[in-house]
Nanobody, 121 residues
């Protein structure tokens, strides 16, 4: 019902910035997306929350990115953004977009395909 397409990853030097985007394509009617977020997974590590945001604009950040990353959302476009500043080598990971969508009778979780972010020292 919801397909997520991420973009904006790449290679950047430490201290640099990147902006990730995730557009949700909705294929059925009467579906709401109350929450969207970004997770990341580094080699050999578990996937972890980076930041998430509700449709009302409430945000949540992991301690490791507070003050450096900003999550935002355009509800009209069903798109979530992650502005990443002051990047560090330890931010290197595959970044995944996640959505929680709801429709009468149930809720659904969807993930994007991931986008690589590499920060060189």
């Amino acid at each position: 019902q919801v397909q997520l397409v991420e973009s904006g990853g790449g290679l950047v030097q430490a201290g640099g910035s990147l902006r990730l985007s995730c557009a949700a394509s909705v294929t059925i009617s009467n579906i709401r997306i109350p929450a969207m977020g970004w997770y990341r997974q580094a080699p050999g590590k578990q996937r972890e929350l980076v930041a998430d945001i509700t449709s009302g604009g409430s945000t949540n950040y992991s301690d490791s990115v507070k003050g450096r990353f900003t999550i935002s959302r355009d509800n009209a476009k069903n798109t979530v953004y992650l502005q990443m500043n002051s990047l560090k080598p330890e931010d290197t990971a595959v970044y995944y977009c996640r959505s929680i969508s709801t429709k009468t009778g149930g809720s659904y979780e969807n993930w994007g395909q991931g986008t690589q972010v590499t920060v060189s020292s």
